[in-house]
């Protein structure tokens, strides 16, 4: 029995159809998208051999959602979410297309092939909030936890093995055919987003424009609790995020095998996958703020180390404890930023997660660029994971609310149930 409360729990895939259908489609499609991200860092260090051009990619990722994310999760508050998220991942498997059709065409200029990852997250800046609002509609509160931690699995398994068989593929293939495995797997989303109920926005959906998202930026300025789990996860990101840096890192350690590119973030994977296979173990925690603050700290400690180590292998370990020290800390502020959330607000806050989540990691790895452009690649790893203790260190010692923050119980019958 204490084995089994330790493990991730299934029972959303169990008890909600809609919620397992959506989960198999984003996990396919996660799968494409992880092998496209290998795929543009490749092709833009072989472009330009240089890590501020690779940081740029995540520049790309991230400007789109920070001018859109908003408006776009004021949007998804006033429509069917469901014909939304059809709509923009309908976007999203044409780019794909596109980028498989430049990488075959060849001779494309590295600014043409990140203006078409800039059009793909602008897709990604309305799709992602949407998709953000359907766990809790789908599954009641105390299966909240236990439903991220699942996408979290799906997500971590996407880069566990999309990034290894990319490495591979672009080694044998070119990176062509990862674009077209990633337009390939949008089948799968379609397949989860057609099996979703209409979700109508309620009684009381956002103002048009910027009214809206003001009304959701009020929110998020007088809720002490989300706005701590956001900001700790905002400064965690933007400080100490090295995926930028994998290709110098790669270069400097195995000789520029693209092969063993895809190790560094299948290690993050392997960690991340641990740790969600026995998300049991925090899930049902009581204070998820703090189990977030306790796992952000881990990662900049382990990222820390990984610029010290000398030894690529231990390196990589050191990874891996980054990699579950993430999945502890990005379920933790999705649990409680769900939790304290209502449901005609779930599309902009949504979206505010959104852009914290996915743009904050990406402005880091631009940071990370150009600090490893300034100094070394050490350097940038090791400033970094220090800053992002710092950065917890201060959030968590002026935000009460998110350290007090409680999980819903569960029902008695859930909980004695064998």
């Not at 990874?319 to 304290?340: E, P």
Request: charge should be positive; proline fraction near 6%; aromatic fraction near 6%.
């Amino acid at each position: 029995m204490g084995l089994k409360r330790t493990l991730i729990d299934v029972t959303p895939l169990r008890s909600s159809p809609p919620f397992r259908r959506l989960w198999i489609g984003q996990t396919l499609s996660g799968f494409g998208g992880q092998m496209t991200l290998v795929a543009v860092m490749f092709q833009v260090w072989q472009m330009t051999k240089s890590p501020t051009w690779t940081g740029a990619v995540g520049l790309a990722q991230a400007i789109p959602l920070v001018v859109l994310g908003l408006f776009a999760g004021s949007l998804v508050d006033r429509v069917d979410r469901r014909k939304f998220y059809l709509l923009t991942t309908s976007g999203q498997a044409v780019c794909s297309l596109l980028l498989a059709f430049q990488a075959f065409l060849g001779h494309v200029p590295a600014a043409d092939v990140l203006g078409l990852v800039a059009l793909q997250s602008c897709f990604g800046a309305g799709g992602g909030p949407a998709s953000r609002t359907f766990v809790p509609l789908l599954l009641p509160k105390h299966q909240l936890a236990a439903g991220l931690a699942l996408r979290r699995i799906a997500f971590q398994g996407a880069m566990l093995l999309g990034p290894a068989l990319a490495g591979l593929i672009v080694g044998g293939l070119g990176v062509g055919a990862c674009y077209l495995i990633d337009a390939l797997t949008f089948v799968a989303a379609f397949y989860g987003a057609f099996g979703l109920p209409q979700t109508n926005p309620g009684d009381e959906p956002a103002r048009p424009g910027l009214r809206g998202v003001l009304d959701g930026l009020a929110f998020l300025g007088r809720t002490p609790v989300i706005r701590g789990a956001l900001l700790t996860d905002l400064a965690t990101t933007v400080l100490s995020m090295p995926i930028s840096l994998f290709p110098l890192i790669n270069a400097e350690r195995f000789g520029g095998n693209p092969r063993t590119l895809g190790l560094f973030l299948t290690a993050i994977a392997v960690g991340g996958v641990t740790a969600s296979l026995f998300s049991g173990t925090f899930t049902r925690l009581p204070r998820p703020g703090l189990v977030m603050l306790g796992g952000s700290a881990t990662w900049g400690a382990a990222l820390t180390l990984f610029g010290l180590s000398a030894n690529p292998w231990i390196g990589l370990a050191f990874l891996v404890t980054a990699g579950a020290a993430d999945t502890v800390s990005v379920v933790s502020r999705s649990t409680v930023v769900q939790m304290h959330t209502p449901h005609e607000l779930l599309g902009r806050v949504s979206a505010a997660e959104q852009i914290v989540g996915q743009a904050g990691p990406d402005i880091g790895n631009m940071r990370a660029g150009l600090v490893a452009d300034a100094t070394s690649g050490a350097a940038a790893l090791i400033s970094g994971g220090l800053l992002c203790l710092g950065a917890v260190a201060v959030v968590g010692a002026t935000t009460a609310d998110l350290r007090r923050s409680s999980a819903p119980p569960r029902p008695r019958t859930a909980a004695a149930s064998p």
